[in-house]
């Protein structure tokens, strides 16, 4: 049997040639990656034969789901059958497969399966670490440039709730959406919802530092210097 070392290598060539399509994907893949091995220290139950697969895989189909005109693909659902084939071609066993594949399908907020195993915990953990503190504030504008939207609204968030929110929390117009706006809806939210308790530390200095960021980009376009 080859050593897990080499599938690992092996999995990291398989998810560098998808991802590199936009580098941003990549490194944000890494990064899950290293925070997902420093938490493992902590959490020492987690499994690191299901974890670093999992981390390494985790948004193998997020090219599918973006350039997916329908709006239907789940890159989490897609992105655990994906990684099923890729795991099978390595030779890993059914049940650490079936493992990942549960930490795959859980990693996202919307796609209805939570995560109940510490290794799903960690990698959810991870993953959205990424898009709070200075990280998430630059991902974000790079996202949002391609998207067309503004840099700060004023509006008060219950308006716009009522106006670009749907139910199930989906915006309508993405053009009138904007940074700010996603921290109030739902990134200052993020401490709470985290499992590990390193990463609730690490999550709760960030959200400080995006407090602090949006105050001082609130006076700055008001004039208040
Ligand atoms: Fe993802
Ligand atoms: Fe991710």
Do not use: W
């Not at 092996?10 to 290293?34: G, N, T």
């Not at 493992?99 to 799903?120: L, M, V, W």
Request: charged letters at 35%; hydrophobic letters at 40%.
């Amino acid at each position: 049997m080859e050593k897990m070392e080499e599938k690992y290598e092996k999995l990291k060539e398989i998810v560098y040639k998808e991802l590199s399509y936009a580098a941003h994907d990549l490194d944000h893949v890494m990064r899950v990656y290293h925070y997902c091995l420093y938490f493992a220290e902590e959490e020492k139950e987690a499994d690191p034969k299901v974890l670093i697969p999992a981390a390494l895989l985790h948004d193998i189909a997020r090219k599918q789901e973006d350039e997916d005109p329908t709006g239907k693909i789940d890159h989490a659902v897609l992105g655990a059958e994906l990684a099923e084939k890729i795991l099978r071609d390595l030779h890993f066993e059914p049940l650490l497969i079936e493992k990942i594949k549960k930490c795959i399908r859980a990693h996202r907020f919307r796609s209805g399966y939570s995560p109940d195993t510490i290794e799903a915990k960690i990698l959810f953990d991870a993953d959205k670490l990424d898009v709070i503190g200075a990280v998430g504030i630059a991902r974000s504008y790079m996202l949002a440039g391609q998207h067309g939207e503004r840099m700060y609204s004023d509006i008060p968030i219950a308006e716009y709730m009522k106006e670009n929110v749907g139910e199930n929390g989906r915006i309508k117009d993405v053009t009138k959406h904007t940074m700010n706006l996603e921290y109030e809806l739902k990134l200052k939210m993020i401490p709470q919802r985290l499992f590990t308790e390193r990463a609730k530390k690490i999550a709760e200095k960030r959200i400080d530092y995006m407090e602090n960021f949006f105050d001082t980009l609130r006076n700055e376009i008001a004039g208040k210097n």
